[in-house]
């Protein structure tokens, strides 16, 4: 199995869309995330908005290699909410990213297929309807040599299209670089082989 070195998240938060069925009304949201904080402060945000709804049923997914999910049925039957929720996240392939779906009751039960059809059809219409981004899994080099070496540096920073991250350029240099999972190998024996010049790796 070939690892990604690539993952798909949200450029923004999503225009907020709205499913009804049988009277209930299904609000669905997606926003951008980077830590089970930040879900709980946008949790809370929409919870002062819909604070007469009946339930706020989400889902998250987090982490560069999709490793860390939640799915929350917030008093609705057991996987009839938070379930469908994270599999619309599953199926878009899309990771820090967390979307909830808020329903006021319209007076008619659903029963739990219906349920399980309604907030799915409310997630899979707010992907929908986001912007989503493919990013890079990098890894962060630091590259270090003297004064003299930076034109042979810079060359296969350019050559090789590397993303300078930051630099200090004195009598003594240090480059940060961002390389591509799949070419950091190659670019650290790149390096690595450069006459007076040392390169290792910065724990991501």
Partial sequence: MIEKDSYKT????APEVLFKDRGSKFYGYAFPVSS???IKEQLELLKKQHHTAR???YAWQLGKKYDHYRANDDGEPSNSAGMPIY???????????????IRYFG???????GLIQAYKTAALMVLENSTIIEKTIDEIFQITFDYPEMNTVMRIVKEENLEIISQKLELHCELNIAVRKKDAEKIFELFQ?????????IED
């Fill in 87 to 101: 599999g619309q996240l599953q199926s878009f392939e899309v990771t820090n990213t967390l979307v909830v779906v």
């Fill in 193 to 201: 082989n450069t006459y007076k010049v040392a390169i290792k790796k």
């Fill in 36 to 38: 089970e904080e930040e």
């Fill in 10 to 13: 949200l450029s923004k938060p």
């Fill in 107 to 113: 007076g008619t039960k659903l029963g739990v297929g």
């Fill in 55 to 57: 339930h706020w049923c």
